[in-house]
T-cell receptor
Framework: DTGVSQDPRHKITKRGQNVTFRCDPI?????LYWYRQTLGQGPEFLTY????????KSRLLSDRFSAERPKGSFSTLEIQRTEQGDSAMYLC??????????????FGPGTRLTVL | AQSVTQLGSHVSVSEGALVLLRCNYS??????LFWYVQYPNQGLQLLLK??????LVKGINGFEAEFKKSETSFHLTKPSAHMSDAAEYFC????????????FGSGTQLTVLP
C-alpha cells in the first residue's frame, strides 16, 4: 500500500494555457475523488468516480474542467484556458467503499497550481 | 444539503494543555463525521471518524471526538498538546448510507506554544 500519489506536485502556468494533473489511487480502491483547496479554506469537492464511471460532475467549477478515469485506475483532471482564479491546491483521494464499508478517503499530497 | 462550521480559525494552546477544536454540522440526513489533519504542503490525514455506534470515538495521536446529536456537534479533543500537533485541522461530513463526497469546514489552525 503505497498511498495516493499525484503528479506533478507543483505546476506554474501562464493564463490561457491548458494543464493536466494525474492521480494514482491506492491499488484496488474503487472510488476516486477530486477536490480543490484554496488558501485558508477547506477542500471543495469537484467530482468522483466509481471504477471508470464518473458519478458526480455537476460540481466541476466550469466547463473548462474535465476529469477522466479511463480504466478505473489512475485519473486525470484537465483545466483548459486557465485563469488566475484557478490557482489552488488540487487534491485527489481514494476509498475502497463497498456495501457501506471502507468509507474513509485517503488523500494524496496534492498538486499546487499557480496561474500567472 | 450539508454544511460544517468550525468555530475559531486559529487556536493557540500551551504544550501540555487541553486541545479543544469545535465542529458543528448541519445535515438533513444522519451523517458520517470525520476529522482530518493537514501539515504544511501535505495532503490530509484521517484522525478519526464517526459512523454508528459509540458516540465517543478515539483516533490516532491521542485525539478523540464525541458525536452529540442534540447539539449537532463533533468536537475534537486531546488531553495534552504536543508540539507536533501544530497543524491545520478539518472537520468533514458526508451522508450516511450513501457516503460520497465530503463537505469540509474551513479549518482550524492549531498553534502549540512551548
Amino acid at each position: 500500500d503505497t498511498g495516493v500519489s499525484q503528479d506533478p506536485r507543483h505546476k506554474i502556468t501562464k493564463r490561457g494555457q491548458n494543464v493536466t494533473f494525474r492521480c494514482d489511487p491506492i491499488s484496488e480502491h474503487n472510488r476516486l475523488y477530486w477536490y480543490r483547496q484554496t488558501l485558508g479554506q477547506g477542500p471543495e469537492f469537484l467530482t468522483y468516480f466509481q471504477n471508470e464511471a464518473q458519478l458526480e460532475k455537476s460540481r466541476l467549477l466550469s466547463d473548462r474542467f474535465s476529469a477522466e478515469r479511463p480504466k478505473g485506475s489512475f485519473s486525470t483532471l484537465e483545466i483548459q484556458r486557465t485563469e488566475q482564479g484557478d490557482s489552488a491546491m488540487y487534491l485527489c483521494a481514494s476509498s475502497n467503499q463497498r456495501e457501506g464499508l471502507g468509507i474513509e478517503q485517503f488523500f494524496g499530497p496534492g498538486t499546487r497550481l499557480t496561474v500567472l | 444539503a450539508q454544511s460544517v462550521t468550525q468555530l475559531g480559525s486559529h487556536v493557540s494552546v500551551s504544550e501540555g494543555a487541553l486541545v479543544l477544536l469545535r465542529c458543528n454540522y448541519s445535515s438533513s440526513v444522519p451523517p458520517y463525521l470525520f476529522w482530518y489533519v493537514q501539515y504544511p504542503n501535505q495532503g490530509l490525514q484521517l484522525l478519526l471518524k464517526y459512523t454508528t455506534g459509540a458516540t465517543l470515538v478515539k483516533g490516532i495521536n491521542g485525539f478523540e471526538a464525541e458525536f452529540k446529536k442534540s447539539e449537532t456537534s463533533f468536537h475534537l479533543t486531546k488531553p495534552s498538546a504536543h508540539m507536533s500537533d501544530a497543524a491545520e485541522y478539518f472537520c468533514a461530513v458526508t451522508p450516511s448510507g450513501s457516503a460520497r463526497q465530503l463537505t469540509f469546514g474551513s479549518g482550524t489552525q492549531l498553534t502549540v506554544l512551548p
